[in-house]
């Protein structure tokens, strides 16, 4: 098997040189650069890294399950991901799971086969029977049975500030709109801290929410305006911001205006410019933050320690728009 | 070195059990799986897969260079690649770029030295003196100087459509807002397209650029508006969305209504939805088969086949929106 040494000696550069090569630093003439790829390919030299893994079985590969990279959130998510992956000297592996159980099982395999250091997911499947204690994975949002990391927004004291922050603006009675999922998640606490400072602040407040799998969003809203009918709801708290911005477009066809009649504050401040409107009052999540602690708990784990939590929750903050 | 049947022996099951399990076939039953990783976990085993790549050098991942995967556009780009990756049994390997020519290098030379397969990119770095003839990369909207097979939107087309649909929106005299950029990209054929068919159509028109190195909004749109004042134009193409929304923001502050004195239409076609106002009038960028393709060339150039084409162009499609 070709050495270091030969690579150097077939493109009259020192050892150093090549290795500077593999490892992409950034002061290596084109011209040099060229060379030593050359005599790479020549020789079918194994970089030592690649060598290493193979030996090792270790990986500097990180895998990110999501839904859809598509969606605005798990692009922002994605883009701080892998930035700080980046510089910890790993590479990021991208995967839209769209919620298939198959695909999402096929990187926990990869993990156990040492293809990928770790994975930070966001998964809706019930996939925890598969998963191990210790295992190097850390999901966001979605709370796992078992014992897997789980790094999130502060759900709970987020729907408390919602309550607040609605009232602050005049709301004298409250509505939280939300879509439940099989799996126990999370955002769940949205609605619990919701209703503890409803209750705290003694203000009337009404729970609607309907399942996903049955989510057909004319059908949602025109049940939840009929229910309203006898509320007269002032501050709608929902728990996405498209599910606000779908309550706006609907309840402008019932001459709802907002946030003259109606003060309605969201959840996640997808929306990142000014020049779309509603501009969303929302609870917006720390997205870059929650990036950030997911990539170091996760290499923490990946070199073997134990992390002192199960569950990290990150604070949010208020933002204010046009809705309220 | 442990082989497959040491695996299945230990584990207690055949070797084409052992073989679905490392390939995720999805029929394996979860204690079968289990039992089948802890056997090569314990033997330290390494795949076939690995062990085929390790020796011939060949890898099944396909890096993804974009300049941030969070601008909606390259999400959604992001997001058909990797599905369509997926498909041909290829891993997605992400990099936001961010225009960092030190992140993009580091990229072609893990190509250079087989780490990735290929190379699917939108870069603004003029790194094309690194790029080889022939080598598996796959540029995306960004034109090279040297052979590398480009993929875009027919950008000529949406040009010369953009101007009809001005024209028979009601726009009788119209211009074109562009930023430039220091390399030169296929962009440039939607300004070249406007100006062909503006004056096909004898309409009076403007062209209206800046660079991006020097670009900041307000200073853009105030010596735009002076300038239009002794040209009084009534139908504006921005060269992409974001910048079509810009120019409805500052022209509010103008008293300028969209579209009654002013018929906007702009390209790309990032809006998801329609719950956010306005909804841009826009050229539609062409992405799930923009995805597609780039990919079904990529993989064609990695099993060296030479490609009948240096550019791809795919049509696009006026999309009519509240702006025009």
Known sequence: MPSLKDVAELAGVGVGTVSRVINSHPNVKVNTREKVNAAIKQL??????????????????????????????????????????????????????????????????????????????????????????????????????????????DNYRGGRIAVNELIKAGAESVAYLGITSSVYSEVELRKKGFIEEANDQQVEYLIYEENDAVFDVDTYFENFFKLNEQHDVSGIFANTDLLAAQYIDKAKQYGIRIPEDVKVIGYDGIQQNKLFHPILSTIRQPVEEMARISVKLLLRKVEGEKLEEKIYRIPVLYRDGETT
Request: charged share 25%; net charge negative.
């Open 44 to 153: 079918n030299y194994i970089p030592n890294e690649v060598a290493r893994n193979f030996k090792m079985q270790k990986s500097k590969m990180v895998a990110l399950l999501l839904p859809s990279i598509w969606h605005p959130f798990f692009s922002e998510l994605a883009y701080y991901i892998e930035e700080e992956l980046d510089q910890e000297g790993y590479k990021l592996m991208l995967c839209n799971s769209g919620g298939r159980p198959d695909k999402e099982l096929n990187y926990l395999d990869m993990l156990n086969q040492n293809k990928v250091a770790g994975i930070i997911g966001i998964t809706y499947n019930d996939i925890e029977d598969k998963v191990n204690t210790d295992i190097p994975i850390i999901s966001i949002d979605r709370h796992f049975g078992k014992d897997i990391t789980c790094v999130t927004s």
